[in-house]
């Protein structure tokens, strides 16, 4: 199966599936593996990912043993395949979010203040400022500044609130510095990112923490829907 049709059958379940549809679209795919229409899809961004298209552990089981022992990190894993990947290997960390998503029909008002694109000139101090700083690598932020959307608020000329995609598409590393908080402006940064997705044809979709009920707030304030709890796993 080529890459095109991959996609079109992943469509099929646009929103179970719209993280792994991000990551084809924007980074090369190294490997696909299919067992009974189930998928383990591996591509590079910052690391090789390997995402899972499945819906039971008989065939979780099959894609893993099938592809070997050499992958790592893992994308957008479902809850009910952690213990299956974790069976015969330790994690090193588990990143868990709940995955929330904006529906083409739901109004989102205009900009009410400027929100410009970021710079790679940024990229030191993003990854400074950043929560997920252990995350991120300096290649990973440039890409999602040079290739993606993004968006920036400046108070003399100083670089006070941002927000990137992440390599799949989500809207993420929304960040605003301390001082300059309930200001309004990671809404205006959310705002203007959702904006330029729409311009695109796409649909914003965000993985946030559950623990960071600010962000949560916000998002469903502008009209997002919760989807699923999706993670994000490093094996030893």
């Known amino acids: ?7 079109q059958t992943l469509i099929k379940d646009f929103l ?10 924007n980074n090369p795919i190294t490997e696909v593996v299919e067992i009974n229409n189930s998928y383990l899809i591996k591509g590079t961004s910052d ?16 894609l893993l043993d099938k ?14 395949m952690i213990p299956i990947i974790t ?3 330790n994690a ?20 009410k203040m400027e929100v410009i694109p970021l710079t790679p000139d940024h990229i030191g101090f993003i990854i400074s400022q950043s929560n997920y700083k252990q995350f991120l690598t300096p290649k990973y932020v440039e890409d999602r500044i040079t290739k993606s ?13 941002w927000g990137l995609t992440h390599d799949d598409g989500a809207l993420g590393s929304l960040h605003v510095l301390d001082e300059y908080r309930k ?3 990671g809404k205006e940064i959310l705002i203007s990112l959702i904006h330029q997705n729409r311009k695109l044809g796409k649909i914003s979709f965000a993985q946030i923490e559950e623990k960071n009920v600010k962000a949560i707030n916000l998002a469903v304030q502008l009209g997002f829907m919760k989807n699923r709890r999706v993670s994000w796993v490093k094996l030893d």
């Open 149 to 161: 959307i993004s968006a920036a608020i400046f108070k003399k000329k100083k670089l006070v609130a």
């Open 47 to 62: 690391v090789e990912w390997s995402y899972l298209v499945c819906k039971n552990e008989f065939d979780l089981k099959l």
């Open 183 to 185: 200001k309004g402006y």
């Open 67 to 80: 592809s070997g022992s050499n992958n790592i990190y893992f994308a957008s894993v479902e809850d009910w």
């Open 92 to 111: 090193e960390w588990i990143l868990s979010t709940m995955r929330y998503y904006l529906p083409d029909d739901v109004e989102v008002p205009e900009n």
């Open 16 to 25: 179970s599936n719209i993280s792994i549809i991000g990551f084809i679209e």
């Open 1 to 7: 199966m080529d890459l095109n049709q991959l996609k």
């Open 87 to 89: 069976e015969n290997r």
